[in-house]
């Protein structure tokens, strides 16, 4: 038993010289042996189960774009077209490349053996960096941003046959028909998808019909005709004169609320089929819509009656879970001449039932699920069975031969990437304590106890001693306790895992001499912590371990723990406070001649040390750490204040944390108050508050600094006090001699916001007067005597001019003005009225909105718009740009100066707040 021996210095289990329990081996706090938990994060790697798909990784927030490409490889047509692409010098770096990294993709997603595939290098190659992979976009507008840079590369090269326009384009018409002259304006334009408005229609079709439905042009929105020379009643109709091989259609669910003046989704029910009368868009004056019913499968699959040339049938679903703000996209794919669907999300690929696409139509009943529901659909012409497209036309041999060997080299490294992976899966660390040193030793998780024993009795070499493998055990080891636990007697032929040895297990090794036998270890034993009280010192002496079977029973216990402390009176009481008793509770002992638990001074002792802790008081220049417990009041602190420092109790006041936040609800305990261990309070000499008092924070508003906001301060303030109240306390604090000159505005969080009325109440400010607390802020601005707050159908408007053709002082902040406008005041006399206060040619003017954090040397990514008369009159500049508050900030400048900035290309990372939606190509770059 040497190696037991050894570990614990050949301690007595027991120790009854100082009547105290002994621990067997070191405290767990000064437990020699540091145990880090090196878990190791082994890489995930997925092969491809099935031979057909292929998995994308998600880079943070491409779940958009892997829907996307997903959906575009299973259209056999577009990916014919990637493949037919030739890549030569002239198209600009490979790794800038977009087609040629959507065709290393696409041959990727068809032939690699990794059944998880990176798309970091094809948003490389349209100019992003990492930041960019983690901002989700809308995926529609994704794929109109993406064809357009395909396009840009294949024009004026070679490849400019290939065209993936085609597949989606179709053709609009809308015509205008002047009801007193007859004369009709048509005009054509082109379409990649359709997006359809959904509100208040409960099919697809229905969408469809309110999309082609003839518009009456009547009152305000009356047609100009050019014949009649005057605005008149007319006709609009819209049509589609050509529909495309490919037709996507986008179900409007994101819209702007007017009521709550913000951005919402729809996730009401709108029921589609699997096929399309393409007709149903060439129709005119339909009046009757479908009726909305919960459809079933028969009826979902159901095919139009007539034949026609323009049927088409559903082969995607991109789905949107979530709300207008985050949310995740995945698809519902049925692959080409295949009967059922999948559904591919990231990396993941799963078959799944016919009713899961009914449940995307939305509106279900489930909270979790109605937010996931169908945004994009994509329908395919139906086409005679010789002229569709085969998947086994694109094979591997008329790929690119440098797409082949990258292929090739790839899957060669990966199995053998895999097949150490494998390998790995189940090799597991386990530490093992010997002769007071800790090892480590790398095993297969399936070997049994029986041939761990064997690998470690290897290991030390303890054959060499003349021992046998009969000479060494095994044992758990408790690291919370430091010392060794059970066995593993009975369980030598089960296999690691089984007995709850993982990565990290930490093992005791214990031998014995060939002569001798091991220690008999009761399996039911468990160890409790023992906290002695000393009645002496009134104090608990360090936590020891106490050992003791689960199946003794507390009066047992009582009388073991006498056995061992034979000095203690024979007639000495224990009590015992315990928690259950269970391996690992505490247990507090008091050795007494009383019978009553009440006098227990331990236990109370006990209680008033689990309810008390140190809180630092500062008070001018002294410090005092007082012991206190926490579930006495406010007030009980208060007193013990005023004892130590000897103040009077209501002289003072006790603030948190911050100079502003002052305690004043006396009746609360320290714990409703959040105050805990280490909490410092600062003690203020003067009369405390008053419930209707807070101290508030006030900023001075200054429009032509460039903080804007300035010269901090902070008072106590009442809130039943009106604003013209506020000004006049204001005034005192700042000296300034008519407080009529002072206005009060809401602060936000990068500009000033409405302005309180004289007679408004500070309290009727806030939705909530209990939300009122200290450090609330409002600020105050100095306005000439003239100024007159904003009537109800005015709003005050921060006017700001950039000066795009300095290198230096883009804006000029002394250039700033606020100025009260009508709210109905349409967008072209907003642009006349500010050309004018600026001096600038009406015609040259642009205008934009600034919204949050917007850095000066960025303005020029701003939405910047100039208004043409007739374009839209009737549009109001609240409306237009999403005014709703004073103090929105207005940006102008003229158009005739060109921007001054430091030329840079592409590839220069975008700030993390520049969120806009764009691709770019080598040949954007070389323009």
């Not at 334009?189 to 009456?216: G, R, W, Y």
């Amino acid at each position: 038993m040497d190696d037991f021996d050894s570990l614990f210095g050949g301690l007595d289990l027991f120790n009854t010289e100082n009547n105290l329990i002994e621990e067997k081996t070191n405290n767990k706090n000064n437990n020699q042996f540091k145990f880090k938990n090196k878990m190791k994060m082994k890489k995930k790697l997925y092969k491809r189960k099935n031979i057909d798909f292929c998995g994308l990784s998600n880079q943070g927030g491409t779940c958009y774009l892997n829907s996307l490409m997903q959906t575009l490889f299973h259209t056999l047509e577009f990916r014919k077209i990637v493949y037919q692409y030739n890549y030569n010098d002239l198209h600009g770096p490979i790794k800038f490349c977009i087609p040629y990294q959507l065709q290393l993709l696409f041959a990727k997603l068809q032939y690699s053996l990794n059944g998880e595939v990176k798309t970091n290098s094809l948003t490389k190659s349209f100019g992003w960096n990492e930041k960019d992979s983690y901002y989700q976009q809308d995926v529609q507008e994704f794929s109109r941003v993406l064809f357009d840079a395909l396009e840009k590369t294949f024009i004026n090269t070679e490849n400019s046959k290939l065209s993936i326009t085609n597949l989606f384009q179709g053709e609009l018409t809308s015509s205008v028909q002047c009801k007193i002259c007859g004369e009709i304006s048509l005009k054509k334009e082109s379409f990649l998808d359709i997006s359809l408005v959904i509100e208040n229609c409960s099919t697809l079709n229905d969408a469809i019909i309110n999309f082609i439905q003839p518009e009456l042009l009547t009152d305000d929105n009356q047609y100009f005709c050019e014949k009649c020379n005057k605005k008149v009643d007319a006709l609009k109709k819209l049509g589609f004169s050509k529909l495309p091989e490919i037709l996507s259609i986008q179900l409007k669910r994101f819209t702007f609320d007017i009521k709550t003046m913000s951005r919402i989704k729809l996730n009401n029910r709108v029921e589609f089929n699997y096929y399309l009368d393409g007709d149903l868009f060439l129709k005119e004056n339909i009046k009757e819509k479908e009726k909305g019913k919960e459809k079933s499968i028969d009826k979902f699959m159901e095919k139009p009656e007539k034949n026609t040339d323009n049927l088409y049938e559903l082969y995607s679903i991109l789905i949107h879970r979530g709300n207008s703000n985050s949310g995740h996209y995945f698809a519902y794919i049925k692959p080409n001449k295949m009967d059922c669907w999948y559904c591919f999300n990231d990396r993941k690929i799963n078959k799944i039932k016919m009713n899961d696409i009914l449940k995307t139509f939305g509106g279900g009943v489930d909270k979790k699920k109605s937010s996931e529901n169908a945004y994009l659909l994509m329908y395919r012409k139906v086409k005679k069975e010789e002229e569709e497209e085969d998947e086994k036309d694109l094979i591997y041999n008329n790929l690119p031969t440098n797409i082949q060997e990258i292929i090739q080299k790839e899957n060669e490294e990966f199995l053998k990437e895999y097949e150490e992976y494998e390998r790995n899966l189940t090799r597991i660390s386990i530490h093992y304590l010997f002769k007071n040193k800790q090892n480590e030793i790398t095993v297969d998780q399936r070997i049994t106890i029986k041939e761990l024993t064997k690998k470690i009795f290897k290991k030390l070499n303890l054959s060499k001693n003349e021992k046998t493998i009969d000479c060494i055990r095994l044992r758990r080891y408790r690291i919370d306790f430091g010392i060794p636990g059970g066995t593993f007697e009975g369980e030598e032929e089960e296999m690691l895992e089984k007995v709850g040895i993982v990565e990290n297990t930490v093992l005791f090794v214990e031998i014995r001499e060939p002569n001798e036998e091991f220690e008999k270890i009761d399996p039911n034993e468990i160890i409790l912590k023992i906290r002695l009280f000393n009645s002496i010192t009134e104090e608990f002496d360090q936590e020891n371990n106490f050992f003791i079977s689960k199946n003794e029973t507390l009066g047992k216990a009582k009388e073991k723990y006498l056995q061992m402390n034979k000095n203690q009176k024979s007639k000495s009481k224990i009590k015992i406070k315990y928690y259950g008793l269970v391996d690992g509770d505490e247990i507090i002992v008091e050795i007494t001649d009383q019978n009553n638990y009440e006098e227990s001074k331990a236990i109370k002792l006990y209680y008033q040390k689990q309810n008390t802790f140190d809180i630092l008081i500062e008070y001018e220049n002294e410090n005092e750490i007082i012991n206190f417990d926490f579930r006495k009041t406010l007030y009980e602190l208060k007193k013990e204040i005023s004892k130590i420092f000897k103040i009077d109790i209501d002289k003072f006041r006790i603030k948190k944390s911050s100079p502003i936040q002052e305690l004043k609800d006396l009746n609360l305990s320290l714990h409703d108050l959040n105050i805990f261990p280490s909490t410092i309070l600062q003690i203020e000499s003067g009369i405390p508050l008053t419930e209707e008092e807070f101290y508030f924070i006030f900023y001075e508003y200054d429009i032509y600094s460039e903080k804007m906001f300035e010269n901090e301060m902070n008072f106590p303030i009442n809130i039943n006090w009106n604003i013209l109240e506020l000004k006049k306390e204001i005034s005192k604090k700042i000296n300034l001699e008519n407080y009529q000159s002072l206005i009060i505005r809401e602060k936000e969080a990068f500009k000033a916001g409405k302005i309180y009325s004289d007679e408004l109440l500070i309290k009727d400010i806030f939705s909530n007067v209990n939300n009122i607390h200290d450090g609330k802020c409002l600020i105050y601005q100095i306005v000439g005597k003239e100024f007159e707050n904003p009537k109800k159908d005015e709003i005050l408007v921060l006017i700001e001019q950039y000066f795009p053709e300095r290198k230096k002082m883009k804006v000029d902040y002394k250039t700033r003005k606020e100025v009260i406008f009508k709210r109905e005041m349409s967008c072209i006399n907003f642009q006349k009225e500010v050309a004018n206060i600026y001096n600038l040619d009406q015609e040259r003017i642009q205008i934009a909105k600034k919204t949050g954090f917007q850095n000066i040397n960025n303005y020029h990514l701003l939405e910047w718009e100039h208004f043409k008369e007739n374009e839209i009159e009737n549009e109001t500049i609240c409306s237009f740009f999403d005014l709703n508050e004073d103090g929105d900030l207005i940006i102008i400048k003229d158009n005739s100066l060109k921007e001054n900035k430091t030329k840079t290309t592409r590839r220069k990372s975008r700030k993390s707040y520049e969120r806009e939606l764009k691709i770019y190509t080598f040949f954007d770059e070389k323009k």
